[in-house]
């Protein structure tokens, strides 16, 4: 199983990026009973739990970034995604995507967000 994340990259305070997390070597029965997460960690901190989106439809995002970001699924393309609006300096990071399926806890390799002031 491998879960390549992308969409990371350099913006400007009060701009968007769309992070993709695709997940492949996993059946799609799998894939639509996982539970779905996003995580951050930025420089000289512990990673954080950003945003969670269950095999039924629930989410919960931290404090700091509800309202501004959005976690969806794709199950057609096994993908799930993080729309961030409204960046903010202290959203750099690098950010992973994680994926629970009951058996098996999933990492991808992560994808860095960098926002300027």
């Known amino acids: 199983v491998q879960l390549q994340a992308s969409g990371g990259g350099s913006v400007q305070a009060g701009g968007s990026l769309k992070l993709s997390c695709k997940v492949s070597g996993i059946i799609w029965s799998t894939f639509v009973s996982s539970r779905m997460e996003w995580h951050r960690q930025a420089p000289g901190k512990q990673r954080e739990l950003v945003a969670t989106l269950t095999s039924g439809g629930g989410t919960h995002y931290d404090d700091s970034v509800k309202g501004r970001f959005t976690i969806s699924r794709d199950n057609a393309r096994k993908t799930v995604y993080l729309q961030m609006n409204s960046l903010e300096p202290e959203d750099t990071a690098v950010y992973y995507c994680?994926?629970?399926?009951?058996?098996?806890?999933?990492w991808g390799r992560g994808t860095l967000v960098t926002v300027s002031s």
């Open positions: 994680n994926v629970e399926t009951g058996s098996q806890n999933l």
